[in-house]
């Protein structure tokens, strides 16, 4: 892990996960500033899950676990709200948080571990068949870009993670594993 960085946080009431795309509505001046210093300096800004609070109004209490947002697309909707397409990054860890004036909450945080490029192991192979099930019935917008990639831990627990019904506290769970393995077993245990 590296050190602390400062990084803009948007709580939300879903777990952003790593390769997992989130559609957003962004209407709040604090959020407007945030996208637009980002884009100026070139940076990023975390999602975490809200712990209490809203989306909307007084600053809520992230997860100390998320996600680094990108920007994939933009758009102004008819109503003239903002609205963006976010894919997920890097891992993270909330050391600590500050709420600025603007009601916008900055968290220090550390970068978590890069995820190994584990193959799966024999136990977890049930899981890439029912990915690829799923897969099949949700549509191509999650295919693999490659078949070796269901072959691979880390890719199929975070598609599984993404596409399964799990409760928002479940994928919270899995964003803290640092093994992928322990993520895949995590998942075995929760299927009927």
């Not at 680094?68 to 976010?86: I, N, P, S, Y």
């Not at 295919?143 to 598609?159: E, I």
Request: glycine share 8%; proline share 6%; with cysteine.
């Amino acid at each position: 892990m590296s050190g602390r960085v400062a990084l803009p946080l948007f709580p939300l009431h879903a777990v952003l996960l790593p390769g997992a795309s989130i559609g957003l509505r962004v209407f709040e001046r604090r959020y407007l500033d945030m996208l637009r210093d980002c884009s100026r300096e070139g940076s990023s800004f975390g999602s975490c899950l809200i712990l209490q609070g809203e989306e909307v109004g007084a600053a809520a209490l992230p997860a100390a676990f998320g996600v680094e947002a990108r920007v994939e697309d933009f758009d102004m909707g008819r109503d003239g709200v903002l609205q963006l397409r976010l894919r997920g990054a890097r891992r993270f860890h909330v050391e600590q948080t500050r709420v600025r004036d603007n009601g916008l909450v900055v968290g220090e945080v550390r970068w978590c571990p890069a995820d190994d490029d584990d193959e799966l192991r024999p136990q977890h192979a049930l899981l890439s068949t029912l990915l690829q099930h799923i897969i099949e019935q949700a549509g191509s917008d999650y295919a693999p870009t490659s078949p070796a990639q269901l072959d691979q831990a880390a890719w199929v627990g975070w598609r599984l993670a993404q596409l399964l019904p799990l409760e928002e506290p479940q994928r919270l769970q899995l964003l803290q594993l640092d093994d992928v393995h322990e993520r895949l077993d995590r998942m075995l245990g929760w299927l009927p």
